[in-house]
């Protein structure tokens, strides 16, 4: 006879209070994926120099015209608050202290993976393209390439292209700048 494992799946809510009550702690490295709590990935030293290297790129190239977040939450739908490496954001006077970020506030998603490249591939972005989130970066470091992910619908993005080390882009929301892959990637 084989039994039938039932998931339970916690709501935003349930998971703030897990952390309001201690059973979470700032230094658990945790995020809520589709109503699971999935432990993140070690921070190694060239995934957090991709990270810097990207919050300064996107300083100096953008300035004040946009909100970097790096590595907080934002609010996907009521079971999912990733944690992306990096969230271009509508500016607010409040820099959203009256809650975390959702779609409609978010130019563009960056991350970075090395160990955690299935898993972002197969669920983190998915669920951004399922949230609505019109661009998603993902930085390869094992093969020095970046992915670019548009035009989201509920079944995935329906444009995927990769980048070489030499090659440029520009974010969909500001096409006025480039930004070369081997800026990224060094």
Known sequence: MSVKLIKRRFTISEYHQMA???ILTPSDRVELINGEIISMSPIGKRHAACVNRLNQLFYQKLGDRILISVQN???????????????????????????????????????????????DQEVKIPLYSASGITEVWLVDLNQNILQVY??????GYQMIQSFQPEDSLSPLAFPEINVRV?????
């Open 73 to 119: 939450p934002i609010l996907l739908n009521n079971l999912s608050e990733p944690q992306p490496d990096i969230t271009l954001l509508q500016p607010r006077s409040d820099f959203y202290a009256s809650g975390h970020p959702q779609p409609v506030d978010i130019f563009l998603i960056v991350e970075v993976a090395d160990s955690s490249i299935n898993y």
């Open 182 to 186: 081997d800026e990224i990637t060094l």
């Open 150 to 155: 548009q035009q989201p619908t509920a079944t």
């Open 20 to 22: 309001e009550v201690g």
